[in-house]
Every structure is written in structure tokens, then in C-alpha cells.
């Protein structure tokens, strides 16, 4: 691959990586394009370390890379608040003068009327759908956009995202709990679209009447395509309810559980104005890294498009309180014959109510050996185990009626015969959980081999999509596998110290 560089006097540079295939028209373009979005960066007060690059690799992508060592707390990009894209819901005229300051914190420039009226119809959780129409507002609007240069360089194609995927990587995700946030995020997107988006209409801010997208049909490809580019991109730099933003360049860096960087208030540089700054010492050639957050692999590839290389502590498997699948999970542990009350006493009732079994059914598997699994579930079985309060440690007083005091992995409230049934309970329900997948680790190990060796044959971008897709969702499945197997082998050695005590 070459390095194309386009570096200022004073240092500052942005570099882009292009294949030694690539024509020379096309690399003009690129770096006539590049060499723009550095001239609006810098005219609207932006600032980059002059010793941080941006940089383009086949492997990752865009990325920021340190040119030279760089010491820990400089600051790498600052970027004022003009330079966020972010909308508002408020009114200008409605913020008194003493949350003025807060309110330009949380706040963008002032955003059409039809444009609010849109947002407003989208859930809260959905809120990278809302920051994608303000998106979409500024792409409509081309070179009378203040963004104009940023949403140049925003990708065309959001590679690995399962909103995109066909139905065949789709199923190779083999994890219900993904596939129907898939869905529902699909749906509604096609709904939104050919609903209030299709039906909106011209609203008159003061005296002036602002066209929904200046004009232009928005349907669900474009929806689709703004919504990728928020939920990979965007910051809450306001906060958990506010909204987001995105913000360029410092959106290039990619993420690390060890970051080597960290975005946080400008102080001094006016309202809303943020920087990042190096969290560790960087030296010539390290990448700069910022952590997207202690996240599950559902919501890395959900939102981001991509696995966590190596092993991700965070990740988690998905099970549901459901009594009628521990009866399954005793006749798999040949505990079908021991007693089991089935929560049919008052007291056993009252218990697994202050669990919030019921209202909250999802427990967790995790990768935390000490706490492999919710404590909720373990507390919850060996409830149903116990034939009475006085069962427990501590005997029927106010200690042992507190459920979540028995959710522990590492200490057994019950004696030791009704300890091994419930870990026995607890490692067949996993164990039916893994089996529930269509396939094994080990073929799932095998079938990234293959698909590894296709993808290196392939030249063609679209056969080379669909086979990344695949490979991603294998690479996702076999994680979630991984998870429950250890948290079976954690169990084992618990039960393993139960009976030999």
C-alpha cells in the first residue's frame, strides 16, 4: 500500500492510505477531498497534534496514528463547539439566562421545526435514529451545510453492521437475543420511513418556511445509511438523555479496552468545546485508541460492526428464568426424581418476587469466573431446592430470607447434598443453552478457517462482503459459546469443592 500525506508547514497532517491499484483520478479526488476537510477543520478551530496523522489501512480502516512520541495528557484534537453535529429540541427563546451555559453543553445550532417534530416521534432508545435525521438534514442541504466537508468522508457503505445483513449471515448469527434487535431495528426503520417520514411536511421557523430536506426524498436506504453512521460514530458528550453528537476526526480513532486515549471538557476553550488527550505515552508509530466501553459483543457488533479482537471480559450470553426449563435442565442432571418445589410455597413465592424473576426474566452469563452467572439465577435455584427457610445458613432468620444473599457462586447456603443439586441444575441449564446453538465450538473454529482462506482468494467486493459478513457472525457465535463454557467449567470446579467438603 502507499501513504499519501498532505502536511502543513506547521507540521499538522492528515494522511490517507490508498492500494497500490488504486488510479491516479481516484487518488486526486481522494486527497483533493481530504485536503478540504483539512481546511474546514482548521477555518472552524479545530486543532490537531502535529504529531497525530490520520491514516488509512485495509485492515482497520481509518484510524489516527502518532508520528511521533507524544506525552501523556497532551492534548491530541480539540474541537469547538461548532464543529459537533449534534440537533436541539429546545427553543432558543425558551432557555432563561442562568441554564444558558448548561444549555450550550447539550444543544445544537438551531434545528428546523419539521426537523424537531421528527426527532420527537423517535424513541428514546432509538437515539441514534434521531441524531441520523439531523444527519440526513445536513446532507440535503450539500455544499449550504456548515458539514458539508465531514459528510464527504463518511462512508458510503457500512461494512459488518447486521442491519446489512442477508438473511444467510443473518441465521449464521445463531443468537436469538441479536437476531431480534436486528429485526426490530429493520422494522422499524421501514416503518418510520414509510410513515412520518414520507409524511412530513414544510414548517415555518419565524418567518422563513424550511423544506424537509431541502426537497429531497428520504426513504429507508437513506434512514438506514444515516442511522449506521450515528450509532458507529456518535458521542454522548452531554450526557446519558441528551443528545448525541457526532464528532469529526476525533470519531476516526478505534477502539481498545486499552485506549491510549480520552475525550473530556475543553477547559477554557468555550461552551461545549471538547478535546482528547493521550492516556498514556504514545510512541512513533502507536495507534490512537479511544475505549467505545465496557460493552457485550452484542452491542460492539449491533452498533459498531465489528468483534473485539482477542478475548472481550465484558461480553455476556443471554438465558431466561423460566422454571419449566430447569425441570428440562434436572432431567438432563438425572435430578428429575429429587424434590423440587417449583416455587408453589408462599414463602418460596415471596423470595423469587424480590429476585424480580418475573418482571426482569433475562440473566446473564459472563466471563467473571468468581460470578460466572446471574446471581439471581443461582439464588433463585437453590430457593427452589431449599424445602424451607431454615434450610439456609443462618437458619430461618431475616439474614437467610434475603434471596440475593444465596446468589453466590463461591458460597453455598445450602448443606451439601442441596448445594450439588443446585450447581448440578445451574451447569445443565448452560449446558442445554449451548446445545440449543446448531453448531459446536469446534466446527464453528473450523467453518472461520474456511471462510478465511475463501476471503483471501476473493478480489470481488461484493463476494467479499457477503463472505466477512459470515465470518463476522461465526467469529460472534463462537464468543457466545465460549461464554457459557466457561461458566460451565466454573461451575464444575465449585461443584467439585462441594463434594469433596
Not at 485492515?59 to 508520528?67: D, E, K
Not at 450470553?317 to 422454571?323: F, G, T, Y
Not at 423469587?352 to 452469563?365: F, H, K, N
Not at 457462586?409 to 442441596?418: A, F, I, Y
Request: charged share 25%; aromatic share 8%.
Amino acid at each position: 500500500a502507499v501513504v499519501r500525506s498532505i502536511r502543513r508547514e506547521d507540521g499538522r497532517s492528515f494522511a490517507r492510505t490508498l492500494s497500490t491499484s488504486a488510479s491516479d483520478q481516484e487518488s486526486a479526488l481522494q486527497n483533493a477531498m481530504l485536503s478540504s476537510f483539512q481546511r474546514w477543520f482548521e477555518a472552524y478551530g479545530g486543532k490537531l497534534h502535529s504529531g497525530i496523522s490520520m491514516v488509512q489501512t485495509p485492515s482497520i480502516g481509518w484510524g489516527l496514528t502518532a508520528s511521533r512520541d507524544v506525552d501523556v495528557g497532551e492534548r491530541l484534537i480539540l474541537l469547538p463547539r461548532v464543529l459537533q453535529m449534534t440537533y436541539s429540541l429546545q427553543d432558543r427563546e425558551s432557555t432563561s439566562s442562568s441554564d444558558q451555559t448548561t444549555a450550550e453543553l447539550d444543544r445544537g445550532p438551531d434545528t428546523p421545526l419539521y426537523l424537531k417534530g421528527l426527532i420527537a416521534k423517535v424513541p428514546d432508545e432509538l437515539w441514534s435514529v434521531r441524531l441520523g435525521l439531523a444527519l440526513l438534514h445536513e446532507r440535503a442541504l450539500g455544499g449550504k451545510s456548515p458539514f458539508f466537508q465531514y459528510i464527504s468522508l463518511l462512508p458510503a457503505m457500512h461494512r459488518g453492521l447486521p442491519l446489512f445483513f442477508g438473511p444467510e449471515a443473518v441465521d449464521a448469527l445463531q443468537y436469538l437475543p441479536l437476531v431480534v434487535q436486528v429485526k426490530r431495528r429493520s422494522r422499524f426503520l421501514i416503518d418510520f420511513s414509510s410513515g412520518p417520514l414520507k409524511d412530513v411536511t414544510a414548517g415555518k421557523d419565524g418567518e422563513t418556511e424550511t423544506v424537509p430536506f431541502d426537497g429531497y426524498s428520504v426513504g429507508a436506504d437513506a434512514l438506514g445509511w444515516a442511522f449506521a453512521c450515528a450509532s458507529s460514530r456518535a458521542f454522548r458528550v452531554a450526557g446519558e438523555g441528551k443528545p448525541a453528537a457526532m464528532l469529526p476526526l476525533i470519531d476516526v480513532a478505534n477502539h481498545s479496552f486499552e485506549a491510549s486515549a480520552e475525550v473530556r471538557a475543553a477547559v477554557g476553550e468555550g461552551p461545549g468545546a471538547i478535546e482528547m488527550v493521550a492516556s498514556r505515552p504514545l510512541r512513533a508509530g502507536d495507534e490512537v485508541t479511544l475505549n467505545y466501553g465496557n460493552l457485550s459483543n452484542d452491542h460492539f457488533l449491533l452498533d459498531y460492526g465489528f468483534v473485539p479482537q482477542g478475548i472481550n471480559k465484558h461480553d455476556t450470553a443471554s438465558l431466561r428464568w423460566d422454571v419449566g426449563y430447569l425441570e428440562a435442565a434436572r432431567e438432563v442432571a438425572g435430578l428429575a426424581q429429587v424434590p423440587f418445589a417449583a416455587g408453589t410455597e408462599p414463602w418460596q413465592s415471596a423470595m423469587l418476587s424480590q429476585l424480580g424473576l418475573d418482571e426482569d426474566p433475562e440473566v446473564l452469563v459472563t466471563r467473571d469466573e468468581r460470578q460466572p452467572v446471574d446471581a439471581r439465577l443461582l439464588a433463585g435455584i437453590r430457593v427452589l431446592y431449599a424445602s424451607g427457610p431454615e434450610d439456609f445458613s443462618g437458619g430461618g432468620s431475616g439474614e437467610a430470607l434475603q434471596p440475593l444473599r444465596h446468589g453466590a457462586l463461591l458460597e453455598s447456603t445450602l448443606d451439601r447434598t442441596k448445594e450439588a443439586y443446585a450447581l448440578r441444575t445451574a451447569q445443565a441449564a448452560l449446558a442445554l443453552a449451548l446445545g440449543n446453538f446448531p453448531t459446536t465450538l469446534k466446527e464453528d473454529e473450523t467453518k472461520l478457517e474456511e471462510l478465511t482462506a475463501e476471503l483471501a482468494k476473493l478480489s470481488g467486493v461484493g463476494d467479499a462482503l457477503e463472505k466477512e459478513n459470515l465470518a463476522l457472525a461465526v467469529k460472534f457465535r463462537k464468543g457466545k459459546k465460549e461464554v457459557i463454557s466457561r461458566a460451565m467449567k466454573a461451575i464444575d470446579e465449585r461443584l467439585r469443592v462441594v463434594l469433596a467438603s
